[in-house]
């Protein structure tokens, strides 16, 4: 069974950073691309981050480029988003997931998500 699990979420102050961790388990994931999505209440879920398979190629969200920062580990079934800069408009519950293209595509497996809330 595939079990995808965040965690590093909380409650941070704007400009200051936090470093979100996502575990996967259940198969091989060195094949997949993966990524980082969001959830702002009253909102849909968007994409905020992805990573190529092999680790090598990222893509962001124009609102967070220059700012987070994805990256797999080495057994590449753990990936993670360093967030810094954290603006208010970055509170949202953080989901991780198993994606179809690392630039964007559909969330196939799903994690169930941990909160960050930005103070302004």
């Known amino acids: 069974q595939v079990q995808l699990v965040e965690s590093g979420g909380g409650l941070v102050q704007a400009g200051g950073s936090l470093r979100l961790s996502c575990a996967a388990s259940?198969?091989?994931?060195?094949?997949?691309?993966m990524g980082w999505f969001r959830q702002a209440p009253g909102k849909e879920r968007t994409f905020v981050a992805g990573?190529?398979?092999?680790?090598?190629?990222?893509y962001y969200a124009d609102s967070v480029k220059g700012r987070f920062t994805i990256s797999r580990g080495n057994a590449r079934n753990t990936v993670y988003l360093q967030m810094n800069s954290l603006e208010p408009a970055d509170t949202a519950d953080y989901f991780c997931?198993?994606?179809?293209?690392?630039?964007?595509?559909?969330?196939?497996?799903w994690g169930q998500g941990t909160q960050v809330t930005v103070s302004s």
């Open positions: 259940g198969r091989t994931f060195s094949n997949f691309a």
């Open positions: 990573i190529s398979p092999a680790g090598f190629t990222t």
């Open positions: 997931a198993v994606m179809t293209d690392f630039r964007g595509g559909k969330g196939v497996y």
